[in-house]
C-alpha cells in the first residue's frame, strides 16, 4: 500500500536529510555533560578568542575577539528545521564547535529563535572570555544553560594556559563572569581544566578556589587532558590527582573524564558515519581536520568518533610537526567485521 501524502513527504524529507550531509549542525553526539548532544558550530575552525595550550582542536588559526555573523543564522535555522522534523532525540541542542561561539554576532537570535521551535534544552559552552560585553549577556539570557570555562587562579597562568587575545586581560574575564552570574536565572556549570604541574597544583587551585567564591554557580566539573593537545607540553593530571584536587572545592562538584565507564558505554555504540573515518585513516593517518574535510563533517564531531576508536583500542596518535595524526591499529576490514 502506497503511503498516504503526508507520510511520503515526511519519509522522503527524511531520505534526504540523510543523504545530505549538514554543514552547520553534528550529531548527535554523545557528550560527557549533555548527554546526547546535538551541537551547532557558530564559527569557523579554530576562531577563538584564546589559543588554549590544551585545546584538542589544535592551534588557533584566527585569535579575535571581533564579533560578526561568521556563520549565517538563517541557513543554521534552515538545518535545524529539517534536523528537527526527523526522529531523532536529543537531551541538549549545544551551541559549541570548533571556537568560540559568542563571537556569532547573531548567538542571541539563535537561541530565541531555538526557544520557539522546540522544547529541548538550550546549552553554550564558552570559555567565557567575552561575558563582560552587555550584547552578550543580554544574548544568552534565554539559554537554558551555560558552561564556561576557567582555567587559572591569576593573570600570569592565564597568559600561559590560554594565551588570550591581547585586548582580553584576566580581570576583565573574571569580573565578565562574576556579572553575568548575578543576572543570569539559568544553571551555570563552570568547567575548570587543569594540567600537570601548571595549573593542576594545590597552591593554583586554591587561588581558583577563592575567585569562584564570588561567582554564582550550579555545579564545578574538573577536567585534564584527554586528548591530543595543541601542545605536548600540556599533561594531564592523574585521577587520583584530580580526586585530591576536588576536596578543595565546596558545593556540588564533579571530575569529567573522557574515561568515565558510563561515557565509554554510549562511545562504544558504533555507527556508520565511525566506520568511514576508521576506513579512510586505515589507509593512510590522518589529522582530524583531514577527516572532517574528507568526510564532510565538522572537527568536533571527527573528535568524537576519534575518541571512540581511541577508547576501543582501535586507533593510535602519533604527534609530527606539531600535528596530531590518527592512524588505525589495524586493517579497515578486519576492524568492520
Ligand atoms: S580549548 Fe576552547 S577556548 Fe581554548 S582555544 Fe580551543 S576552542 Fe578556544
Redesign the pocket.
Known amino acids: 500500500m502506497w503511503p498516504d501524502g503526508a507520510l511520503w513527504k515526511a519519509s522522503m524529507r527524511n531520505q534526504v536529510m540523510n543523504t545530505r550531509r549538514l554543514k552547520h549542525i553534528y550529531g548527535p553526539v554523545p557528550s560527557r555533560r549533555l548527554g546526547r548532544s546535538l551541537g551547532i558550530d557558530l564559527v569557523p575552525y579554530k576562531t577563538?578568542t584564546?589559543?588554549?595550550i590544551?585545546?584538542h582542536?589544535g592551534p588557533?588559526t584566527n585569535k579575535t575577539i571581533k564579533r560578526r555573523e561568521y556563520v549565517a543564522i538563517a541557513d543554521i535555522i534552515q538545518e535545524l528545521e529539517e534536523k528537527l522534523s526527523g526522529s531523532d532525540t536529543f537531551d541538549y541542542i549545544s551551541l559549541a564547535g570548533s571556537?568560540?561561539p559568542t563571537l556569532n554576532s547573531g548567538i542571541g537570535d539563535l537561541i530565541l529563535k531555538l526557544k520557539s521551535m522546540t522544547r529541548i534544552p538550550v546549552a553554550v559552552l564558552t570559555?567565557g572570555s567575552l561575558l563582560w560585553m552587555k550584547e552578550i549577556q543580554e544574548a544568552l539570557m534565554p539559554a537554558d544553560l551555560i558552561l564556561p570555562s576557567l582555567d587559572a587562579g591569576d593573570s600570569l597562568l592565564f597568559q600561559y594556559t590560554?594565551r588570550p587575545h591581547k585586548d582580553i586581560s584576566f580581570e576583565q574575564m573574571i569580573n565578565g563572569l562574576a556579572g553575568f552570574s548575578n543576572r543570569y536565572k539559568g544553571e551555570i556549570w563552570l568547567e575548570i581544566f587543569l594540567l600537570a604541574g601548571v595549573t593542576g597544583i594545590r597552591d593554583e587551585v586554591e587561588k581558583i578556589n577563592s575567585i569562584i567564591k564570588g561567582i554564582k554557580l550550579s555545579r564545578i566539573q574538573l577536567n585534564t587532558v584527554a586528548r591530543p593537545p595543541a601542545k605536548t607540553f600540556a599533561t594531564p593530571l592523574s585521577q587520583r590527582q584530580m580526586v585530591s584536587l576536588k576536596s578543595i572545592f565546596s558545593g556540588q562538584v564533579e571530575i569529567i573524564s573522557d574515561r568515565n565507564k558510563k561515557y565509554r558505554q554510549r562511545l562504544a555504540a558504533s555507527d556508520s558515519t565511525r566506520n568511514d573515518v576508521l576506513s579512510l585513516i586505515s589507509r593512510r593517518p590522518c589529522t582530524s581536520s583531514d577527516i572532517a574535510r574528507s568526510l564532510g563533517l565538522k572537527v568536533a564531531e571527527a573528535l568524537k568518533h576519534l575518541d571512540a576508536l581511541i577508547l576501543a583500542g582501535k586507533v593510535a596518535t602519533v604527534r609530527l610537526s606539531e600535528k596530531t595524526f590518527y592512524a588505525a591499529k589495524e586493517s579497515s576490514h578486519a576492524l568492520r567485521s
Do not use: M, R
Open positions: 577563538c584564546y589559543d588554549c590544551y585545546c582542536l588557533t571556537g568560540e570559555n590560554n
